[in-house]
């Protein structure tokens, strides 16, 4: 059979860009990290090294920085569905145009409970993210979160699993829930604000996780998915991915003492890796 | 429409494991990291909270350990596939269960040309890598590399591509090509011996980077690619990820000296990621 | 001349320890990471091999965990110092005892302006941190934060430097100023209460930073310090260590766009590092 | 007691700098990071904003990159030296620079027993480290190794240590030795090459290492150390970290199996950490 290139993508990733926006009374201060990736008739760039075709990646960061200025302004949402109609408009032989954006947040700084007008802290280390997967049929748009850690000490059981010969976890009806989510959600139609829909399903995803009285990761993946498509009809599908961060009862007696579920060893590795996709279709 | 799970799958991530094979002469130092994991008939963990056809990720974990004493002495692809297979075999509402495995590597530590009997120096940051994908009807497995680093310092040229407004990069005949590549391929027949045919593939690729006069990555990436589905029949396919690590000469000029293309700054973001699949079929 | 050992020092650094202090009425979580380090009697250790005044660092692990039970409710630095007193007053053989702790931070969910009992999000990457330097004369603590990361977009110049042969920065009186401080002080006197100082000390140096009018980050440093030194009479010294972030602006103009200090690259490496200790001494 | 400043420094970190030097047959390719420090007469930038004495860090950048194409050619030492003079030679408000260097390695690509003449392997995580510390009186310099992963799978006991009430470990007279070791040595004379003496004394350690009949890592630092200061007389005092990356023997027995110290759980967390200087002094 003959050799020939298959799907195959390029772009520029990383693409770290902070912008200040000057409004009467404060600044609004906003950093992202944008991924641009493109497809389409590519082929010979491969096969021949024929560069004609080739919107070079630095290109595609400048442009990323030139549009900032005038369409970076809202929801991160609307300006990756502005870079990847430029990309496609002006390429025609793009075939998909994919743009990923992950906001890391800040916040304004409080001093006396007055917002300061030009001074923010951190908002850690979750981040708003958005893909836009644009095609000739159509723009696809999902929005979510990363590296959300959310932890709750009660309500979150794991009993009545699969014994075999290589058991020896204890069955528990109170151990400690950790994790640190992933969650994208795609729309089937377009919301009046990204930004605002956006908070009221972060809510509502954080409000499902603290009040579910979990019997397993999987069980509470599935109450948090479905509370999203239950309350927001213009979610068509949403993805969890809920690593479980375990926190182990440490052995207190071996020293004549009693654990009582309240001294534990947090681990990173290995960890539970819990993945789940809740849809309409 | 109603709301339904879709795609889900859980398992066990990061299960570092180290062995010690006690040859005659010499100890053989092995260190892997496996992930495990699972898919099959699970809706009624995520809707109803029945565990009773879970496989707990911890009882995974163990299972690793306890099957590496006997059958982890070889490539990591056997100890996949045999771990796949337990998994698989003594799981019956399993329709899909995936095994990966990096390795580390370590090399025995020579002092005065003289291998030392158990003394090892690190491998660095290149992973051999495999996955396992066992369903009902097959056993599909890839091998590959993970974190190789490579660089050359001439023989790539980037030219002739699309200039626009937004365009500032200069066109070049000799440029730093430096790259992390991942490369993961899949076996169509099974080879005689999974470590001898990974080595030789390793060999292939670094051998035709190094060789290829490059005219863009992609380029060099398929050229990658082909002669390794030239060189072997037993490949079906290959897909290579090759981030762009850029090396961009410094401005001297603006002290009144030249770069005749000898100092360079050494980025890490933003940078270009050129990805691409070449197949037989 | 002959050979000796100098200084030298063991310990077990990482103990990543959570515990749960059930309240009548919601669930405190406080996760921490403790390191211990030990100097003393220990030459033989070295040069004989010696281990009979050796406290295993696999003990001391332990003792962190069992002491937490009891001890571990209130501040950190009361922790650290119990834990000091414990190893120093256990092992003759030491002259000097090191606890470090981090504690990583969880606010309670808020739902619908009530705290949940038992649901936290993280509250990012900033830790409170306190160090304990136990010798036989005294007991030194100080208390800090890590990794807090803050960001002006106004009241930030530089301008009036050196300029030489390698000079390209041009002066501003208008940059993005943003540093991941980390920021330690060290107590002359005991304070009534560790965390009240500790929440009133971070509020102190996050105005202060907010509030300057900022010449350079040396000058905004200092300024840091003495306001903390001015209003503080326990403080007898503090020690800033302010990384530079970059936000370098994006070069507009050659696209024929104005960047009027609003679009910005926003870099990790390299950056400036700028560390200062103010003092009464 | 008034408020005053005591010690601050600044500087540039991170200038990552890469060269390739053409020599007739094969290019050499060297990839460095480089942080400068400066110490001096700096009081009135942090208490008046006066920045008439302030090199800054971004010139400190230039400079590197400037100097780079003449005097980079050679030992990281030499040319950190020649950067600690030039700084201190150019800035009379300095009463000390430190120039930091590490290298990271890069081995040509062999290819049928042949190097090639412009291909490279990354070296792995290792790098070759110096630091000079430049003052009125001297110039202190050092050279070292950083992130170098040893390990050893026999001839390492840990055995007669104090137990208590908390002691859990048991004693072996045979487990897996592994470190992550940063070693660096100052010099008492100038060496005739310092890549020369690098090497040698790089290649000692590693022996020593290799070699020992280890009682604890403490014992096994200590003949390292010694072992370089007897082998070369250049060298005035030794530092070594060796942190111990845990290997757990993993409890087979639980399952009815055996395990003869044969799998074992790689740890990250937490970790064992040693350190200690031999001197001549």
Redesign the interface.
């Known amino acids: 059979?003959?050799?020939?290139?298959?799907?195959?993508?390029?772009?520029?990733?990383?693409?770290?860009?902070?912008?200040?926006?000057?409004h009467k009374d404060y600044?609004e201060?906003r950093?992202i990290s944008v991924?641009i990736?493109l497809e389409g008739d590519?082929e010979t760039?491969?096969?021949?090294?024929?560069?004609?075709?080739?919107?070079?990646?630095?290109?595609q960061?400048?442009?990323v920085?030139?549009l900032?200025?005038e369409y970076f302004g809202g929801s991160i949402e609307e300006f990756g569905i502005h870079l990847a109609e430029h990309f496609f408009s002006?390429?025609s032989q793009l075939s998909q145009c994919i743009v990923e954006i992950a906001e890391h947040l800040?916040n304004r700084?409080q001093?006396k409970g007055q917002y300061?007008?030009?001074?923010?802290?951190?908002?850690?280390?979750?981040k708003h993210i958005t893909a836009i997967i644009k095609t000739h049929e159509k723009t696809a748009v999902t929005s979510g979160v990363k590296d959300?850690?959310?932890?709750?000490?009660?309500?979150s059981r794991?009993?009545?699993?699969?014994k075999?010969?290589?058991?020896?976890?204890n069955e528990t009806s109170d151990r400690?829930f950790a994790t640190n989510c992933e969650v994208s959600w795609l729309y089937q139609i377009k919301p009046k604000d990204f930004t605002d829909i956006f908070n009221e399903i972060r809510?509502a995803l954080?409000?499902a996780?603290?009040?579910d009285k979990?019997?397993?990761?999987?069980?509470t993946?599935?109450s948090m998915g479905?509370e999203v498509?239950?309350k927001f009809s213009a979610i068509k599908?949403i993805r969890l991915k809920m690593?479980?961060k375990h926190?182990i009862p440490?052995n207190?007696l071996?020293?004549g003492?009693e654990?009582n579920?309240?001294?534990?060893?947090?681990?990173?590795?290995?960890?539970?890796?819990?993945?789940?996709?809740?849809?309409?279709?």
């Open positions: 059979m003959p050799i020939r290139l298959a799907r195959n993508a390029y772009g520029k990733n990383a693409v770290n860009l902070s912008k200040i926006i000057r600044h201060f950093q991924n990736s590519f760039v491969h096969t021949l090294g024929d560069n004609s075709k080739v919107l070079p990646t630095d290109t960061k400048n442009t920085y030139a900032a200025k002006n390429n800040w700084i001093i300061h007008p030009h001074a923010y802290i951190s908002g850690g280390s979750e959300l850690l959310i932890l709750k000490t009660s309500d794991f009993e009545n699993y699969i075999d010969q290589y058991t020896t976890l400690v809510t954080i409000s996780l603290a009040n979990s019997l397993s990761v999987q069980h993946l599935y479905e498509l239950n599908e690593p479980n926190h440490f207190l071996q020293f003492m654990n579920n309240e001294i534990f060893i947090a681990t990173d590795e290995p960890y539970g890796y819990i993945s789940g996709t809740v849809t309409r279709e």
